[in-house]
């Protein structure tokens, strides 16, 4: 080290050890994404009952009317949709098969005629098959069914627990979550209605389904279904 006016001044040069002590910059990490939760799944009343458990034929379509497309009246109206069906269907198949096996109007009813104007016998009817016989129909017996059908929709529409709802901007069976296929509250013999017999009803209604859409194949296209009947 020189001294006097000119002097410079002295060049420390730092090791690379000394480098390598210095303290790293702080590095601040991110916090990770928080996932969003899963929308909770409606309960679904009516599991089919399986071996070993229950089988759930639609899981992903119900979750989705239930939860991405709708919501849980979305699927107490696709509940009384199902019910609603398979009530029809039971009371189709008894009809289909009272004809089948011979049990028509004209061996119990007084009246000969199903229709004085149009000609139609009881006896006509009974000689067809039951696709047949309903085609037979007179364009008036056929506005009668719907007619007492359409007077049942709208009392169920209309009214909640036995009562119509007067004041409404909406008729209870069109709000959200009240059609629920017992609207009507029809129960004449005050018989206890349990969740077992809510399922009974249902399961029943589903094979009606199933009966039903079977028994018109086979009577409409020969062949079609592959299993012998019991006419």
């Known amino acids: 080290q020189s001294s006097g006016p000119m002097a410079r001044p002295a060049v420390v040069k730092m090791s690379e050890e000394a480098v390598a002590e210095e303290e790293p910059a702080e590095v601040v990490e991110e ?3 928080v996932p969003e939760p899963e929308p909770a799944t409606v309960e679904l009343f009516g599991k089919a009952p399986f071996i070993g458990g229950e089988l759930f034929l639609g899981e992903t379509e119900w979750n989705k009317f239930t939860t991405e497309y ?3 009246e979305t699927g107490t109206y696709l509940r009384a949709a199902e019910l609603k069906h398979g009530r029809s269907a ?3 198949t008894v009809g289909f098969a009272l004809q ?3 049990v028509t109007f004209d061996k119990i009813s007084p009246h000969e005629y199903l229709s004085v104007s149009q000609g139609v016998k009881f006896a006509d009817l009974a000689a067809m098959g039951p696709v047949a016989a309903i085609k037979a ?7 009668q069914i719907f007619a007492v059908i359409a007077a049942i929709e ?3 529409l209309t009214h909640r627990d036995g009562e119509i709802k007067e004041g409404e901007s909406v008729p209870p069976g069109l709000q959200a979550g009240g059609l629920t296929g ?3 509250n029809y129960n004449p013999l005050k018989i206890e209605i349990t ?3 809510k399922l009974v009803e249902l399961q029943n209604g589903r094979a009606a389904m199933f009966a039903i859409s079977a028994w018109v194949a086979a009577e409409t296209i020969p062949g079609s279904v592959p299993i012998p009947l019991l006419w």
């Open 31 to 33: 916090p990770e994404p």
């Open 182 to 184: 017992y609207n009507l």
């Open 70 to 72: 709708g919501s849980a």
């Open 90 to 92: 039971m009371l189709a």
């Open 100 to 102: 089948k096996f011979g």
């Open 154 to 156: 709208i009392y169920e």
């Open 195 to 197: 969740d077992r017999r």
């Open 137 to 143: 129909c007179p364009v008036e017996g056929l506005a």
